[in-house]
């Protein structure tokens, strides 16, 4: 036979005990060296004391596979001040980054809860866009609410779709009024009375 | 429309848009695509889980779903898709290995150097020995290298049937006779038990993905099959597991999954490689900064 077997755990055995020095993690996420800094961030995952050196190492961490790991580590805390942490990658002119922040926010659905009326009412019409998308992972109660107050003074028509598609997978009926009267305000842009049809058309069936 | 007793429970019957409704969460949570020419089938099993969950209505079974309470997104996948397991499943991946995997790994390698193997979750054991047999059957180079094969599971009562290797004949059905011969021997009705050889080859350890700890006992692996099981965990959870993934494959290292799974809506610390037996991971050599 090719195959050789070995004991696996042998590895482990050598190796010290994992290292729970909650300074010398926050050092290393400074490392210049990048598998230094990815060990860290993976060590100080939920660990809330950790959060503001998370922070401060996210806004300045260069390699993409670290910033995940980093993220990952806030999501692990999952508190009031991890949401903060990840908010401003919403921002960002970085694609990957915003998708990046997106991802790890929708994984927090409680946590992001609070923050989602200012989000709704940001100034900037893309982050008003993108929290859209952060109702998806939520209740059908608390999504269908969050964006239907959205639905009854939003301006642009792309936040509105945004809104409806999401309400399209999750919204309960009492949905539907805030998706007529959006309907009727955009009556002039076509693809937005159509959205609201198929949306309150899947809520209504759902919910004979 | 569609619409049955099933278990004893009250007809309960879908729409149209509750169907799509429920193949779009599907889709944004596995990647498995169906559409309105697979009504019958997908009508069937979704009457079947609201059944099972004594569901009033499709929206009580979707809350349920939304929710994951009792793991319902995991019922709902198996339900989805084949859950049996046997030898050789998803042939592709074993022929991808031996074509282009294993000689881009062993490029990397010293002559004669470690090639390390693992099948995680392994569960009783078909995976880590169709691995080794279809080296033994299908890779010329097999005998120049030390090959290490795991197989781990967080279940043990599995572990303990993958260590004792008897099979029944469905597990072997995409075997050949003579493959079947050179490698088992029947060992009651219908039963067959693997080469005590081949048992002996193979260690079989309990390992849980999403548990950093445990997962540091695993490193270097050149090939990990990991297939059907992280699109059962939460967003947290399968970001953890991709990240211990990461760390136990060695640089170049290749990671297989299920046909239902895609590591780009899991992970983006992969990079996705297409061949022409199928499409697997590659753990990048190095970090490439900047955005």
Redesign the interface.
């Known amino acids: 036979?090719?195959?050789?077997?070995?004991?696996?755990?042998a590895?482990?055995k050598d190796?010290r005990p994992?290292d729970d020095n909650l300074a010398s993690h926050v050092a290393a996420l400074n490392s210049p060296d990048?598998e230094t800094r990815w060990s860290a961030a993976?060590a100080l995952?939920g660990r809330a004391d950790a959060v503001p050196a998370l922070a401060a190492a996210l806004a300045a961490e260069?390699?993409?596979?670290?910033r995940?790991?980093i993220?990952?580590a806030l999501?692990?805390v999952?508190d009031e001040a991890s949401v903060m942490a990840l908010l401003p990658y919403l921002r960002s002119q970085?694609a990957?980054?915003r998708g990046?922040s997106i991802?790890a926010l929708?994984?927090l659905p409680e946590a992001i809860l609070p923050f989602m009326t200012s989000l709704l009412a940001d100034s900037d019409s893309d982050v008003r866009l993108l929290a859209t998308e952060l109702a998806r992972?939520m209740?059908?109660a608390d999504a269908t609410r969050i964006l239907c107050r959205l639905l009854e003074h939003e301006r642009h028509p792309n936040v509105c779709a945004a809104a409806i598609d999401v309400l399209?997978?999750?919204g309960?009926r009492e949905a539907v009024p805030a998706l007529q009267s959006c309907a009727e305000r955009f009556a002039g842009t076509p693809f937005l009375p159509f959205a609201a049809s198929t949306a309150i058309?899947?809520i209504s069936?759902?919910?004979? | 429309m569609a619409g049955s007793e099933t278990h004893g429970a009250r007809a309960v019957r879908v729409?149209?848009?509750?169907v799509?409704?429920l193949c779009?969460?599907l889709y944004r949570r596995t990647g498995m695509l169906f559409n309105d020419n697979k009504r019958y089938y997908i009508d069937r099993r979704l009457i079947e889980r609201i059944a099972a969950t004594r569901s009033a209505s499709?929206?009580a079974y979707?809350?349920i779903l939304?929710?994951d309470v009792d793991h319902e997104i995991e019922h709902l996948i198996n339900a989805f898709t084949v859950n049996e397991t046997y030898f050789n499943r998803e042939e592709h991946q074993l022929r991808c290995m031996t074509s282009v995997l294993l000689g881009n790994v062993i490029r990397r390698k010293p002559p004669g150097g470690?090639i390390r193997i693992w099948s995680v979750p392994c569960s009783t054991g078909e995976e880590p020995y169709s691995i080794?047999i279809w080296?033994?059957e299908n890779w010329s180079h097999?005998?120049s290298?030390?090959?290490?094969?795991?197989g781990s599971d967080i279940d043990t009562r599995a572990l303990k049937a993958a260590a004792n290797g008897v099979y029944g004949e469905r597990a072997l059905m995409r075997l050949s006779r003579d493959v079947i011969n050179r490698y088992f021997r029947p060992v009651a009705d219908g039963e067959y038990q693997i080469d005590s050889?081949?048992r002996?080859?193979?260690?079989f350890?309990r390992a849980n993905l999403i548990d950093?700890?445990d997962m540091?006992?695993?490193?270097d692996f050149d090939i990990v099959f990991c297939r059907n099981v992280l699109i059962y965990f939460?967003?947290?959870s399968r970001?953890?597991a991709a990240?211990n993934l990461?760390?136990c494959l060695g640089p170049g290292g290749y990671i297989c999954l299920g046909h239902s799974e895609t590591m780009s809506r899991i992970?983006?610390?992969f990079r996705v490689c297409r061949f022409p037996d199928a499409i697997v991971y590659q753990r990048p050599e190095a970090?490439?900064?900047?955005?």
């Open positions: 036979m090719p195959f050789v077997k070995r004991d696996v755990t590895r482990s190796g994992p990048g993976r995952g260069p390699v993409a596979r670290v995940e790991a993220m990952t999501i692990r999952g970085d990957a980054l990046a991802e929708q994984a992972n209740s059908a399209a997978e999750v309960t058309a899947r069936d759902t919910e004979r | 729409t149209p848009e509750e799509r409704r779009e969460f499709f929206q979707f809350a939304r929710s470690a080794a080296l033994m097999v005998d290298y030390n090959i290490e094969i795991v050889g081949l002996d080859s193979i260690q350890t950093a700890q540091a006992r695993y490193r939460d967003d947290a970001r953890i990240e990461y760390d992970s983006p610390l970090d490439h900064d900047g955005h």
